[in-house]
């Protein structure tokens, strides 16, 4: 087998794992798309690998960009502060253990209404504040995992090029 193909075959396993880890915050996600993009790039050495490249981190780079922006404006919208995601993320670790499949979302929006509930001191607003987070966090996400998804088939029709005109 050509080492070629072996590095094709990692990088796109890489790749899907970089978008499982959009989904589940516990993973790597862009960042391990983008690296795959780069030893994918430098394995081929063509200047298709680098097109590839270049286009795929415009890609992962506007998806983690846009996630950013558009968390960070709805939870300022909400002056949810930053201390609340980062209990809730780390209650959604916990949870990712404890409760296999779901633990996640389950630890993450129950650390987020914990924290906003001490904040605020009020079980309603802890709610509406929390749920005004999940949703901006879920919408950062679907915008990082739609960009993603353009990297990945950028570099599959990469792939799809550079192994037909070998």
């Given at each position: 087998?050509?080492?070629?193909?072996?590095?094709?075959?990692?990088?796109?396993?890489?790749?899907?794992?970089?978008?499982?880890?959009i989904i589940v915050p516990v993973l790597p996600g862009s960042i391990l798309i983008g690296i795959s993009l780069l030893v994918w790039a430098l394995t081929t050495g063509s200047t298709l690998g680098w097109v590839v490249f270049g286009v795929g981190?415009?890609?992962?780079?506007?998806?983690?960009?846009?996630?950013?922006?558009?968390?960070?404006?709805?939870?300022?919208?909400?002056?949810?502060?930053?201390?609340?995601?980062?209990?809730?993320?780390?209650?959604?670790?916990?949870?990712?253990?404890?409760?296999?499949?779901?633990?996640?979302?389950?630890?993450?929006?129950?650390?987020?209404?914990?924290?906003?509930?001490?904040?605020?001191?009020?079980?309603?607003?802890?709610?509406?504040?929390?749920?005004?987070?999940?949703?901006?966090?879920?919408?950062?996400?679907?915008?990082?995992?739609?960009?993603?998804?353009?990297?990945?088939?950028?570099?599959?029709?990469?792939?799809?090029?550079?192994?037909?005109?070998?």
């Amino acid at each position: 087998m050509d080492a070629q193909i072996i590095w094709t075959i990692v990088c796109g396993l890489a790749i899907m794992v970089g978008a499982v880890g959009i989904i589940v915050p516990v993973l790597p996600g862009s960042i391990l798309i983008g690296i795959s993009l780069l030893v994918w790039a430098l394995t081929t050495g063509s200047t298709l690998g680098w097109v590839v490249f270049g286009v795929g981190i415009v890609f992962v780079a506007a998806g983690m960009a846009s996630s950013a922006v558009l968390t960070g404006r709805a939870m300022k919208k909400q002056s949810i502060p930053g201390r609340s995601v980062v209990i809730g993320l780390l209650l959604g670790i916990v949870g990712f253990f404890v409760i296999p499949v779901v633990g996640l979302l389950v630890g993450f929006a129950l650390g987020l209404f914990l924290s906003e509930l001490a904040r605020q001191k009020d079980a309603r607003a802890a709610v509406s504040s929390s749920m005004a987070a999940i949703k901006a966090t879920g919408l950062g996400i679907l915008a990082e995992f739609g960009f993603a998804s353009l990297a990945a088939g950028t570099w599959g029709l990469g792939v799809l090029i550079h192994f037909l005109n070998r």
